[in-house]
């Protein structure tokens, strides 16, 4: 699986520098600040389609094919995305983007989980850890980049590198399922309907949602908040890198603590440390305390990451694994579009504070209605109490009605 973890690395290392140089891009073609939601917002709808449309043709043998097609789409998102000059063009190029990160990680989260055994939690955090690698050292070396040419030069130079990733994937052995079109029944097609009908599947995404739309507020926030407070180009950057840095020291060890002590606990509970961080950001007028608490928010996410994913693969069947992966990527591709949509202008409009707190209730209501969803709930026949949602049989897929 050492492939699955270059293409993570290397994909993501071109996706952090977006965000990284959000605003130098702002500055050099003028964009208004508003405008830079739009950039941000664009890749989560183009992920948000491509996993409700395409995640499930993983779970029906073309997980090499999907994960191969993902590649080449992202590498040209990357070099279109440098060789861009107006808004209508970062937006496509960044759709392009995110399309084809939506693309990759369900047939790569697939594989990891057929392949995992008793040790989900911990392989899912060394596919996170590869993940945030590209995070971590992405945003340095496209802020170096910069120094040294134009802020044009790391997307392309990243693009090409994403291509050559290629290389590497058509040598994976990618654990396909038996699935035949002509036995399918019309229940089976309607997976995605399945799914969302089973309450802990809807709870598992709800940390996944809260996660997500954290995310898309700070893609067009971050870099812009930094720079209103005077921090250069090379300090946004390396301020990514000190987020990202705990959070890949610890991820294997993270992911650990989903297989010990359950994955829905240590997400929902970790998820909750970082609702006052995000609320605080826009309050804090320093920026070496900024650098502080990023710390224990990128550590309490590289806990929160694999744990949602490993909750979402508990509560989902095995033959809909990919099918329920991608179905939570779309739900946290929707959360981040719609927090990315309204960071902006929310900052624009109201200012930093105001724009980081109500993040930080958004994120404070997801969670507290995924524990709501993840109670027992009462039967309407027999008057007994079904079992708690978060301890059924893992990868039931019998729906909890209410």
């Known amino acids: 699986m050492k492939g699955l973890y270059i293409v993570a690395a290397v994909t993501m290392a071109g996706v952090s520098s977006v965000f990284a140089l959000l605003a130098e891009i702002e500055q050099r073609y003028a964009l208004p600040t508003a405008s830079l939601g739009w950039i941000a917002g664009s890749a989560f709808v183009a992920a948000l389609i491509t996993q409700l449309s395409l995640s ?15 590649i080449v789409v992202a590498a040209v998102g990357l070099i279109w995305f440098g060789l861009a000059t107006e808004l209508w063009q970062f937006v496509a190029a960044r759709s392009l983007l995110g399309a084809g990160v939506g693309m990759i990680i369900p047939p790569a989260r697939r594989a990891i989980i057929l392949s995992a055994g008793e040790n989900q939690g911990e392989k899912l955090g060394v596919f996170y850890a590869a993940y945030l690698a590209g995070f971590v050292f992405g945003p340095p070396v496209a802020g170096a980049l910069t120094i040294l040419a134009d802020v044009r030069l790391p997307f392309i130079v990243l693009g090409v590198a994403v291509a050559l990733t290629l290389f590497s994937a058509v040598r994976l052995t990618i654990p396909e399922s038996e699935w035949d079109p002509t036995t399918v029944s019309a229940g089976e097609r309607r997976v995605l309907r399945r799914l969302l009908g089973n309450r802990r599947i809807v709870a598992a995404m709800l940390v996944i949602v809260s996660f997500r739309y954290s995310i898309g507020v700070f893609e067009p926030l971050w870099a812009t908040h930094l720079d209103d407070l005077g921090a250069s180009t090379l300090l946004i950057t390396l301020s990514l890198t000190g987020f990202a840095l705990p959070m890949l020291i610890v991820a294997r060890q993270a992911g650990a603590l989903s297989d010990r002590y359950g994955p829905r606990i240590t997400s929902v509970i970790s998820a909750a440390i970082t609702v006052p961080l995000m609320a605080g950001y826009g309050y804090v007028a320093s920026i070496p ?20 994913q490993a909750a979402l693969a508990d509560a989902a069947p095995t033959d809909d694994s990919a099918a329920a992966q991608g179905l939570g990527e779309a739900a946290g591709s929707a959360a981040a579009g719609i927090g990315a949509f309204t960071a902006a202008p929310l900052f624009a409009v109201l200012g930093a504070g105001p724009a980081w707190l109500i993040a930080g209730l958004v994120m404070a209501g997801l969670l507290t209605l995924s524990t709501i969803l993840d109670r027992p709930v009462i039967r309407s026949t027999g008057g007994t109490a079904s079992s708690t949602p978060g301890t059924a049989t893992p990868n039931s897929n019998t729906p909890v009605q209410a």
């Open 56 to 70: 499930r043709y993983a779970d029906r043998g073309y997980a090499a094919a999907l994960l191969q097609a993902g």
């Open 289 to 308: 305390l900024i650098m502080i608490m990023v710390i224990p928010h990128g550590l309490m996410e590289a806990i929160q990451s694999p744990g949602t």
